[in-house]
Nanobody, 125 residues
Framework: QVQLVESGGGLVQAGGSLTLSCAAS????????MGWFRQAPGKEREFVAA????????RYADSVKGRFTISRDNPKNTVYLQMIRLSSEDTAVYYC??????????????????WGQGTQVTVSS
């Protein structure tokens, strides 16, 4: 089992940047595919980005391509989400998630096994 704790959220002006971090417990972090999801008020949770176990393969939602970058540091048990050129449409609670296996291109949140508590990102226009 793995526990996930997100940090780095906050209030930022449109056009600004934020980097989220997700620290994982346990010694098996490198065996999980990691993902970031977000949920805005009144909307379903949506896929943002995912990264495979070695960090060599990444996937992004079309809405964030070219603006967000997911990365991981396996020795530090941490996954990151660097976000630039933020807009009000990026306002949401951002969740870190982990899943067993190797498949990084399944964007269904139900495929993920562990979730963090979320961190709020608010972009003011």
């Amino acid at each position: 089992q793995v526990q996930l704790v997100e940090s780095g959220g906050g209030l930022v002006q449109a056009g600004g940047s934020l980097t989220l971090s997700c620290a994982a417990s346990g010694r098996t972090f490198s065996t999980y595919v990691m993902g970031w999801f977000r949920q805005a008020p009144g909307k379903e949770r949506e896929f943002v980005a995912a990264i495979n176990r070695s960090g060599e393969i990444t996937r992004y939602a079309d809405s964030v391509k070219g603006r967000f970058t997911i990365s991981r540091d396996n020795p530090k048990n941490t996954v990151y989400l660097q976000m630039i050129r933020l807009s009000s449409e990026d306002t949401a609670v951002y969740y870190c998630a982990a899943r067993f296996g190797v498949y990084v291109s399944d964007y269904d949140p139900r495929r993920y096994d562990y979730w963090g508590q979320g961190t709020q990102v608010t972009v003011s226009s």
